[in-house]
């Protein structure tokens, strides 16, 4: 199946809720479909700026594209069961909750606390998704690519992906070049509960469940309730969760400025260097829940900044840059967009 649409509408396409339009659509169902499409787009389209999407949960378009949006629709889920682990070879286009909620069902472990992240498998592999002190890079496996200049297969190992906190290869040195076809994931059929992060025994006990007693479908069922709970529904209002990334500090810069800040909270990363929660620094500056123009920083998570109602993506990177001067101004950290911009800035 090769779906082809021109001047396409690709607001249900970007949680953002932004009415961008393409100038091409591409939808393919298969990696055959795939390697059609690439021939195409060198012997049809030339020169055409390309941008692969997933489900449109970390993107935010600043205009029209005037390019070809490619769209996986390859799905399907391959399970292979071996001694203590699963493998499973997952279609890019599948929905990652769907995956998740499935997992969960068979007693393939090792996902739960990524449940209710929104978008595909595809993307989830290219972006690092991470939440509650675990990350995509902890169960994949291997990445099938195709090579949109070539048409040619390649599967990268774990190893070669350059994961990274919310980064990838696919995100950085080789970004736009290939094409995710599926991600092979090892599960474990053991559950060995990921509880670390802080909140999940707090939610656990405030359900009447102990943390050692808690199964694989109670972890699933607090972090959605948490999510739910600080994160605004994409369907209810725009918005692509995470604006921003964390910033990572040296500890000598966290310890300076926490002579001045004692509340401002921070995570290890490594002996050197420290997170700190950007929600916290936006707060600090009085962003929380604040307006600019059709954009706000969400009232619940000041991470997240929301769309509230006909925004353009100018208006929230308006909002963005807003944001970042006066985080900039008072602590002297810059912050960088989890989201991915697209459309230049001019
Ligand atoms: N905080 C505030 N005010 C806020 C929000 C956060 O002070 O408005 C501070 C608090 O100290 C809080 C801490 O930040 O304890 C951490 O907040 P939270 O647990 O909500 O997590 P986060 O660091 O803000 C990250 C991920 C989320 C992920 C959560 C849970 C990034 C960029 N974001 O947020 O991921 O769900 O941890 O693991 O790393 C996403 O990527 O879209 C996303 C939602």
Known sequence: MIR????????????FGIAARAARFVEYGTVDDLRQVVRMLRDDLPGLPVLHIGGGSNLLFLSDFDGVVLHSAIGGVECRVSGREALLRVGAAVVWDDFVAR????????????????????????????????????????????????????????????????DSVFKGRLRGRYAVTHVCFRLSRQFVPRLDYGGLREA???????????????????????????????KVQGNAGSFFKNPVVDRAVYDRLKADFPAMPCYEVDARRVKVPAGWLIEQCGWKGRPLGRAAVHDRQALVLVNRGGATGREILELCEAVQADVRARFGIELSPEVNIIGGKQ
Do not use: M, W
């Open 4 to 15: 082809l649409e021109q001047d396409f509408s690709l607001l249900p396409y970007n949680t």
């Open 103 to 166: 997992c969960v069902e068979q007693g393939f472990h090792g996902v739960e606390n990524l449940s209710l992240i929104p978008g595909e498998v595809g993307a989830a592999a290219v972006q690092n998704i991470g939440a509650y002190g675990v990350e995509a890079k902890d169960v994949i496996e291997a990445v099938e690519t195709v090579d949109l200049q070539t048409g040619e297969s390649r599967t990268f190992g774990v190893e070669e992906c350059g994961y990274a906190y919310r």
């Open 204 to 234: 656990l006990r405030a359900e009447g469940i102990r943390p050692e007693d808690a199964t694989a479908r109670d972890l699933r069922r607090v972090v959605t309730a948490i999510r739910q709970a600080k994160l605004p529904d994409p």
